[in-house]
C-alpha cells in the first residue's frame, strides 16, 4: 500500500507516525511545500488536551519524550479591561482527564512526531498543486511539474489545501478580526500569568490572550479590522492599543522586540459534509479550517489522523463521519466564541460579563464543595 501525505506539519507527520505503529510495511511519502524543515520560525506553543492530542501521542509512544517541553495549564482566567476576573476555569491538580491542557512548543512537538516516523521520506520545495483520479490508483500533482502515484492521497496541507481547492473549491470566510502577535525573550511577573493562560475582554471589542512561556511571555492583541485595512506599524498599534489596560499588559507590551511583531487575519470555512473523495483524504486544517479561540485546530489534525491510519491499516472501519462531525462542533464552537469574546455591543457585552461571573461562582461553589468531601 502506497500512501501520499500532502503537508509536513502536526497532522501529516502524525498520520505518518501512526502509520508506521500499525502498519509498517506501508509505502509512506510526504510531500512539504516549504524548502527545508526549519524554514519557518516554529516558536509558539500550542495547548494539547487530553480528549485530544494527548492521549495520540501517548499512543505513539512519544509522550514521555515531550515531558520536559510540556507546561501544564493549571487556570484559564478571563478578565475584563480593568484586570476584574470575569471566570476562572482551574483544572484539577494531579488529575488528567479531557480538561487537561499542556502547553508544549511547536517546534518540539514536531520533532517529537518527526523521530516517530524517522524512516519515512519528506520531499521538500514539493508542493501539491492538484490530483486525478484514477481506476485504480490517485496521481497528486506537484506545483514544479512532478507527479507521484499511490493507493491513498492524504491531504494534510492546511487552509490552504490544494486537494480541497480542486475537489470543493470553496473560499475562506474572512471573520473581520486581525491578531498582531509579539514574544518577549524576559520574563515578566504577574499572578495571572502564573496558572496558564489569561485573556482579557476589552470594551470595544477586541482582546488580548497571553502566556508564559520558558524564557519570556507570548502576547497576542485581536482587534476588528480585515485584510483591506493594513497595519503598517503594527508594534506601534499594538503599544497604542494597550495603553491604560491593566498589569501586566503594558508591561509585556513593552518588552516585545517590534522587529518579532507579525500579523495574522482571522477566516474559516463552512463545515464540510465529506473529508473523502474516492481514493483522497482530508484531515486537519485542510478539513476544517477554524478561528482559534477554542483551541482545537491541532488536536483535532491529530485525532483525524489517528483515525484515518487505523482505517488505511485495517483496524477499523471508514472514519469519516466521525471526523466530519467533531470538525463541524469545533468550527462552529469556535465561531461563537469568537462572536462572543469581541462582540461590540455593549448590551452583549455586560450579558457575556454577568454570564461569566455566574458560571464562575457557580464552579467556585462546586470547588469548594469537592474540597470539603
Not at 470595544?204 to 511571555?217: C, P, Q, T, W
Amino acid at each position: 500500500m502506497r500512501i501520499l501525505i500532502a503537508g509536513a506539519g502536526i497532522s501529516g507527520l502524525t498520520l505518518a507516525a501512526a502509520l508506521r505503529r500499525k502498519d509498517p510495511t506501508a509505502d509512506i511519502e510526504i510531500y512539504e511545500r516549504d524548502p527545508s524543515w526549519a524554514e519557518r520560525p516554529q516558536g509558539y506553543s500550542i495547548g494539547l488536551k487530553g480528549d485530544g492530542g494527548i492521549p495520540v501521542l501517548r499512543e505513539l509512544g512519544v509522550f514521555k519524550a515531550l515531558a520536559p517541553y510540556a507546561v501544564p495549564v493549571r487556570d484559564f482566567l478571563f478578565v475584563d479591561q480593568r484586570g476584574r476576573q470575569l471566570m476562572a476555569l482551574r483544572s484539577r491538580p494531579g488529575v488528567e482527564n479531557a480538561d487537561t491542557t499542556l502547553r508544549v512548543r511547536r517546534d518540539a512537538l514536531r520533532a517529537a512526531l518527526r523521530s516517530a516516523a524517522r524512516d519515512v521520506p519528506i520531499r521538500y520545495g514539493a508542493a501539491a498543486a492538484g490530483f486525478r483520479h484514477y481506476r485504480d490508483r490517485v496521481v497528486l500533482w506537484l506545483a514544479d511539474g512532478a507527479e507521484a502515484a499511490g493507493d491513498w492521497l492524504v491531504s494534510a496541507d492546511g487552509v490552504g489545501s490544494a486537494a480541497r481547492a480542486e475537489w470543493i473549491g470553496d473560499a475562506l470566510h474572512p471573520f473581520g478580526l486581525r491578531a498582531i502577535v509579539g514574544d518577549t525573550s524576559t520574563p515578566v511577573a504577574h499572578p495571572l500569568l502564573d496558572g496558564g493562560y489569561f485573556m482579557t475582554l476589552g470594551d470595544d471589542g477586541s482582546s488580548v490572550f497571553a502566556y508564559r512561556e520558558r524564557s519570556g511571555v507570548h502576547l497576542s492583541l485581536t482587534i476588528h479590522a480585515g485584510p483591506e485595512s493594513p497595519i503598517n506599524y503594527p508594534a506601534a498599534v499594538l503599544l497604542e492599543r494597550t495603553r491604560g489596560w491593566h498589569d501586566p499588559i503594558p508591561a509585556i507590551v513593552a518588552w516585545i522586540d517590534p522587529a518579532c511583531v507579525v500579523v495574522r487575519d482571522y477566516a474559516d470555512r463552512d463545515p464540510l459534509t465529506h473529508v473523502r473523495d474516492g481514493r483522497v483524504w482530508l484531515i486537519g486544517d485542510a478539513a476544517h479550517p477554524m478561528l482559534p479561540f477554542q483551541g482545537q485546530g491541532a488536536n483535532l489534525g491529530m485525532r483525524d489522523a489517528m483515525d484515518l491510519a487505523a482505517f488505511l491499516a485495517g483496524e477499523q472501519d471508514d472514519p469519516e463521519a466521525a471526523i466530519v462531525a467533531r470538525g463541524r462542533k469545533a468550527v462552529l464552537s469556535s465561531r461563537r466564541s469568537a462572536e462572543q469574546f469581541h462582540t461590540t455591543s455593549g448590551f452583549s457585552r455586560r450579558m457575556r460579563n454577568l454570564g461569566f461571573r455566574c458560571a464562575d461562582a457557580f464552579m467556585a461553589l462546586g470547588r469548594n464543595f469537592s474540597a470539603k468531601r
